[in-house]
């Protein structure tokens, strides 16, 4: 199993990017899937998480109103769109999933990330 993340890259403060993240390999069934950021010199944080089906988000507070996550089942993919960008969000973004690669066998992967770097 392998996620592949795509999308980054620079931007103006207050512009937008979306990023992606792919799932390929031997999959049974995606459970949660989300977005992790690092910035230079800080731990890893959350940003956003959405559950198996899409119904259910979580955002960090940092970023609600302005990141939304979406997740489309049927092409194991998820995208997080980013508005209204600021320098803060600089940083290397992580997509992570829960999968079950056989029926009741499961276990957590980590895409191998992605540079979002806003300019002031």
């Known amino acids: 199993v392998q996620l592949v993340e795509s999308g980054g890259g620079l931007v103006q403060g207050g512009g937008s990017l979306r990023l992606s993240c792919a799932a390929s390999?031997?999959?049974?069934?995606?459970?949660?899937m989300g977005w992790y950021r690092q910035a230079p010199g800080k731990q890893r944080e959350l940003v956003t998480h959405?559950?198996?089906?899409?119904?259910?988000?979580n955002y960090a507070d940092s970023v609600k109103g302005r990141f939304t996550i979406s997740r489309d089942n049927a092409k194991n993919t998820m995208h997080l769109q980013m508005n209204s960008l600021k320098p803060v969000d600089t940083a290397v973004y992580y997509c992570?999933?829960?999968?079950?690669?056989?029926?009741?066998?499961?276990?957590?992967?980590w895409g191998q990330g992605t540079q979002v770097t806003v300019s002031s």
């Open positions: 992570y999933a829960e999968i079950e690669y056989e029926p009741g066998y499961r276990a957590n992967y």
């Open positions: 959405i559950t198996s089906g899409g119904e259910i988000t």
């Open positions: 390999g031997s999959i049974f069934r995606i459970n949660g």
